[in-house]
């Protein structure tokens, strides 16, 4: 049976997507990668169309609302890894990817307002009993900000990643093109936060 990585945060531009498409990408040259993109928006559909044929294969689906039980299963018993890509709500699809994850990964940006969207997100995991891991995404190198935000998920004793991606242009250029930053730019700094992610999901989720 696949990992199965959901993406979730309810408040929108968090950077599920990015997130999502990248991840697949790090792995997909050493695992069988799948994505499920039950976000009504199609960005990681998008995504994926875009992926040339030299570029490493991914699994790929998009459907959603009663069907996705059935389509979380089958696609789980065909994959190593199955990425699923919520909506930025809480709604009965979002909540059923979070009751198959073998891990709930919640990106957070450096702002208050992304901080209390992700207490509906936390809440729903733990009523689930679903493992959790908290990354802050698109991140400046320093600021008051972010070490408040650090501090208060400290406080609270939430999981949150030693690593963090930082608000670089490059997670963009990659995916404009289909890509990922480790395809497209493998030794910048961007690849290389991105693949100390990767690695310390599959630890966590081992």
């Known amino acids: 049976m696949a990992l199965i990585l959901t993406i979730a945060q309810q408040k929108g531009g968090a950077g599920k997507t990015m997130l999502a498409a990248n991840l697949a990408a790090a792995w997909a040259p ?3 990668v799948t994505l499920l993109d039950i976000d ?3 960005s990681l559909s998008r995504w994926h169309k875009l992926r040339g044929a030299g570029l490493s294969a ?3 689906s ?3 609302g009663w ?3 059935g389509e979380l299963d089958r696609l789980a018993g065909a994959a190593d890894i199955l990425i699923v890509d919520t909506p930025p709500q809480i709604d009965s699809d979002a909540a059923g990817a979070v009751r198959a994850a073998s891990l709930v990964l919640i990106p957070v940006q450096p702002s208050m307002p992304d901080l209390w969207a992700t207490e509906g997100t936390l809440k729903l995991a733990t009523a689930e009993r679903r493992p959790v891991a908290i990354l802050l995404n698109r991140t400046p190198a320093k ?3 972010r070490t408040r935000v650090e501090t208060a998920f400290t406080k609270a004793g ?3 990643l030693p690593m963090v991606l930082g608000d670089r242009r490059g997670f963009a250029q990659a995916f404009a093109q289909g890509m990922g930053v480790t395809e497209a730019s493998p030794r910048s700094v961007a690849a290389m936060e991105l693949s100390a992610l990767a690695d310390a999901i599959l ?3 081992r």
Do not use: K, T, W, Y
Request: proline share 8%; net charge positive.
């Open 40 to 42: 009504p928006q199609r």
């Open 30 to 32: 050493n695992h069988r």
């Open 62 to 64: 998009d459907v959603s």
């Open 67 to 69: 069907r996705l039980r």
């Open 203 to 205: 630890e966590i989720a």
């Open 158 to 160: 939430l999981p949150l």
């Open 58 to 60: 991914l699994g790929f």
């Open 143 to 145: 600021s008051a900000l």
